[in-house]
């Protein structure tokens, strides 16, 4: 096997190592047994609402998701253009956890998660997971066909193992999961330490690849301001010419204070501001590498 087809093995091989420590200590949630639960992407239905397809990778989401992406992996220290993934990442750096956020509802949140995993996923071969944390208005399942199934809430508030709501796709090294029950209090959830172990598993876990987090919007919930506290980058969305100034500047604030690792992406932007020739999103890092929530060691990314 290729150190490629190593680093991006599936899901399946950790679940299998974790089910066999899970058999010793005859753990009370045994629900992994039979590894991950497959699902087909029907490619041809998430073209027709503008998706990443990794059948068309010269249309404009696929070049403007090329862009982010490069910026985005820069800034949580994987090497570009590495032939050997072993090298992709910087030694000892495991940046690896995305929250997407934005101000308000609809400005292209789960549009932007959903497409970065799966052009990370299709088109880069990385290890990725998108998450719908998202619990009063999930999407993810449903732009993925996926029925209503164990997910995050339950993870949290009853204790199930993760892996038994992971969903993967047979198509590329690209796992899901669901919001799982409907659940009150979703920011005390998400603030919890059952969340920060929870995430910090499966940054563990993912450790060539990328977890993506689907978060509801910032100042109708605290939610987003909870899960910040928990991951290495932000990817706040807004919306060209619709977010009011007023109301990005009070969610950033919000976002800043638990996390300076903001970058933003405009979504659904006709005229590229930097003169570049993408249409609908463009990316803005912040040039300086700030120190990350968890603590992480944080220097210079290496970027290639
Ligand atoms: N750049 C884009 N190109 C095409 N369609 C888009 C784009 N951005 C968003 N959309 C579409 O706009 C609608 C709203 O987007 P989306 O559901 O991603 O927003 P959201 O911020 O996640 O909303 P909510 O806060 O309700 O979860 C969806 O139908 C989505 O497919
Ligand atoms: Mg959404």
Known sequence: MSVVEKAGSPLNALVGKKKKKKDK??????????????????????????CFSPDALSTPVAMELRAVKRRLLRRLGFLRMS??????????RQRNLILVTSTQAGEGKTFCALNLALSLAMEDQIETMLIDADVPRPKIRARLGLKNDIGVTDCL????????????????????????????????????????????????????????????????????????????????????NETPEPAIASALDELLDVNPNVSLILNRCLVAPTGSSYSSYDYYGRTDDAPSARGKEEKN????
């Open 25 to 50: 200590s005859r753990r009370k949630v045994d629900d992994t047994r039979r590894g991950p639960e497959t699902f087909d992407i029907d490619f041809d239905a998430l073209r027709a609402l503008g």
């Open 83 to 92: 032939p050997d993934r072993q090298a992709f990442r910087t030694p000892g």
């Open 301 to 304: 990314d290496g970027e290639a």
């Open 157 to 240: 508030i009853d204790g199930h193992d993760w892996r038994s709501a992971v969903r993967r796709t047979n198509q590329g090294p690209l796992s899901i999961i669901g919001e799982g029950r409907p659940a009150d209090r979703t920011a005390e959830l998400f603030g919890s330490p059952q969340a920060q172990s929870l995430l910090t598993d499966l940054s563990a876990e993912l450790q060539d690849g990328l977890v993506i987090i689907d978060a509801p919007p910032a100042l109708a919930m605290t939610d987003a301001v909870a899960l910040a506290k928990h991951v290495d980058e932000i990817v706040f969305v807004v919306e060209a």
